[in-house]
């Protein structure tokens, strides 16, 4: 940003590049959409902004924004780096950074921090008080220290770099107490702030401190990686071994909760017992953490409040390529913002407001990496220290261990290294898909590769999965043929499938097997129901019977007047009522029930690659930008109201622009026809009349007859 007189002044200077900047630098000054330039400014400078803005500054930011905040207005950039004791270029790189932040604004001859960031950091910046009405001179300070001896100077010492305030009782009084808080204050060394604190004056810290602002040096750079030779192809391949799995992991994991019901707790997440099965199915507790609220993340398993189910976004899911479905992962997982010990999995409202950003910063620090470079625990840690310095706390390098086994399980570090997977344009090449099994003697089923979707779910009907990934084995057992066979299967149609996919044909002894398991299938037979239908007349009965309109809800008949059918009892109130019956409804004890008359609509989430666009900043900027052209005659509330207020019923015409329903802009041209408590009355131009409401007009300006407007009703 160019210097002006004040940040308003320089921000109004920006073209619509600028502000674009800006507003993806800072989202939240775009929401709500700004009115104008000067709207704009007045949010960056405000408090809340500030501090969201300076929350995300590095550790070097961080320390030269502090650095203003305790220096005097209108500092130098050679004053600024001579007070902080460091080299001019770093500290001109970082308030370059500031100012296009919209925090700072000036030049190298001053500079000034924005009251908003100075709030933002505190009353207290670097842990100096403001200037003191009347500075001692250091000589008289280091005499008075001399003369007050080491316990004043231990006094002073405590409150030299944290905070300048201390606790001391009648500290207002001027006496000539004994105590080192009387002889410091007697010394003018402390100043009374109140009856019952005290405060170190600045010029006594500094002295103290030895003109440093800070205790602690920060360094001006991140932590760098260590020197490579290269790329590691042993660490792509493994990379790329583990993406796969994590492929084949999720496929399993969520047909298998297709194939058994697994019903949530009253907070909605997973019961410890259903944990431990995917657990030992997976055969870690970080691997089953990671799966299933992946799985969440991206959509691919929800809740009805009946069970976890897998989604319809799980079967389109399933039908992409694999290159495709590990992206729709590493998508996910950039908005997973479960915590492993945060609470239960998949349990709505145990998520963590830093989670998914630790993840996507993590994730963006590999894809930045160097190819093939080693990746270790300390040097992740001290890097997010520096680039987050609100993170650094004592629970930070475990967290980045946790996230550095995600991101193994994701393929991008292997045997220690960035794989080629972190590379951002990398397609990986993962192995093709095989429809054929390798059948032994012991009835187990071996695939020599990944098997496509078709087959692997079909194996997963007649055969027990003992191992996944993506050469997994199954094994036919007699539960595993009874299950297909209850899914509609016979005998025959399973022989003729195994002949038809395996390389070793049909074995005897699984031969006999389907056999004799088809041979004593069905000797007792159960039909489901789920609701009982009496009917009087049995005209009627029959006719629902034969009602085309009536075959969703399964009709057979149980005895004469009595029918059964598979769906819930409020579904089939429902549907004879749409059949122009008026059925009664009982609950189990036989006595008369309302039947429901609305049910939840059973949707699942929106995968994070399918939600809607961002907002767009390149066209709110040049809006913006176009706002400030002299032809404008009003930008704000204030001044949009006083325009129109008076020139109501004159013959003046106007381009209003205003926001619509939908959030799109649009312009009118119209003269004001009459204000009214909160909205006006605009006729248009060869258009009908209409009422506006006031908030959603942004900008007034003249007609003029060469300009193109799009007059909308």
Aim: proline share 8%.
């Amino acid at each position: 940003m160019s210097a002006g007189r004040s940040l308003a002044d320089v921000i109004r200077g920006l073209d619509p590049d600028g502000v674009e900047r800006l507003l993806a630098a800072r989202p939240d000054l775009a929401l709500p959409r700004p009115l104008s330039l000067e709207d704009l400014a007045e949010r960056a400078a405000s408090p809340t902004s500030s501090r969201l803005a300076i929350d995300r500054l590095t550790a070097w930011e961080r320390r030269v924004c502090t650095a203003l905040a305790a220096s005097p207005e209108d500092i130098s950039t050679r004053r600024l780096a001579a007070l902080m004791q460091a080299d001019r270029p770093a500290v001109e790189s970082a308030v370059g950074h500031l100012a296009r932040l919209a925090l700072a604004w000036g030049s190298d001859r001053g500079w000034r921090l924005t009251s908003g960031a100075r709030q933002a950091l505190g009353p207290f910046p670097a842990g100096l008080a403001p200037e003191s009405p009347s500075p001692m001179p250091d000589a008289d300070i280091d005499a008075a220290i001399t003369r007050g001896g080491d316990d004043v100077r231990r006094l002073l010492e405590r409150l030299m770099w944290d905070t300048p305030i201390g606790q001391v009782r009648d500290a207002d009084r001027r006496g000539d107490g004994s105590s080192p808080a009387d002889r410091a204050l007697a010394a003018r060394l402390l100043r009374a702030r109140d009856a019952h604190t005290a405060i170190l004056p600045r010029e006594v810290s500094l002295r103290l401190r030895g003109g440093r602002l800070f205790e602690y040096p920060v360094p001006s750079s991140v932590p760098a990686w260590p020197t490579i030779d290269g790329p590691d192809p042993r660490a792509d391949r493994a990379g790329l071994g583990a993406a796969f799995e994590l492929i084949r992991l999720v496929e399993q994991t969520v047909d298998d909760f297709g194939l058994q019901v697994r019903r949530p707790l009253a907070s909605g997440g997973l019961s410890r017992k259903h944990i431990t099965a995917v657990t030992t199915a997976l055969g870690s507790p970080t691997t089953a953490t990671l799966v299933l609220e992946l799985c969440r993340a991206t959509g691919l398993l929800a809740s009805d409040g009946r069970a976890w189910l897998p989604t319809i976004a799980f079967d389109r899911w399933a039908s992409a390529p694999d290159r495709r479905r590990w992206q729709l992962l590493v998508d996910g997982y950039r908005a997973m913002a479960a915590w492993p010990d945060a609470g239960a999995l998949l349990t709505p409202g145990e998520d963590v407001p830093w989670a998914a950003p630790m993840r996507t910063l993590l994730l963006d620090e590999l894809r930045a990496a160097p190819a093939g470079v080693t990746v270790t625990g300390e040097l992740l840690t001290a890097r997010v220290a520096w680039l987050r310095p609100l993170w650094d706390t004592e629970d930070l390098p475990r967290r980045i261990d946790q996230v550095l086994r995600e991101l193994s399980l994701l393929g991008f570090v292997a045997l220690g290294r960035r794989s080629a997977l972190a590379d951002p344009d990398h397609e990986p090449d993962f192995p093709a898909h095989v429809e054929r099994v390798i059948i032994q003697g012991d009835l187990t089923a071996v695939s020599p590769g990944p098997l496509t979707r078709e087959v692997a779910s079909t194996l997963g009907v007649l055969a027990d999965r003992e191992s996944v990934g993506g050469a997994g084995v199954h094994r036919f057992t007699a539960d595993s043929v009874r299950r297909a066979l209850d899914a509609g299967w016979n005998a025959e149609s399973i022989r003729e499938w195994i002949t038809r996919h395996s390389d070793t044909g049909l074995p005897q002894p699984l031969a006999y097997l389907v056999d004799d398991v088809a041979r004593r299938h069905g000797a007792v037979q159960v039909s489901a129901v789920s609701s009982v239908i009496t009917v009087d007349d049995p005209v009627v009965a029959e006719a629902l019977l034969n009602d085309a309109h009536a075959r969703p809800l399964g009709l057979r008949r149980l005895a004469g007047g009595v029918l059964g059918s598979i769906a819930e009892p409020e579904d089939v109130v429902a549907m004879l009522r749409q059949l122009g019956h008026a059925p009664i409804a009982r609950d189990a004890s036989g006595e008369p029930a309302v039947a429901p008359t609305s049910r939840r609509a059973r949707v699942a989430p929106v995968p994070v690659s399918d939600r809607g666009p961002l907002l767009d900043l390149h066209r709110l900027a040049e809006d913006l930008v176009r706002r400030e052209d002299p032809e404008v005659l009003a930008a704000s509330g204030r001044r949009i109201v006083d325009l129109l207020t008076a020139h109501q019923g004159d013959d003046t015409w106007f381009e209003v622009e205003r926001v619509l329903d939908d959030g799109s802009p649009a312009t009118s041209v119209a003269r004001v026809m009459g204000i009214m408590s909160g909205s006006v009355r605009l006729q248009q131009r060869a258009a009908p009349a209409i009422t506006v409401p006031l908030s959603r007009i942004v900008a007034v300006r003249l007609s003029r007859p060469s300009r193109r407007t799009r007059p909308v009703g």
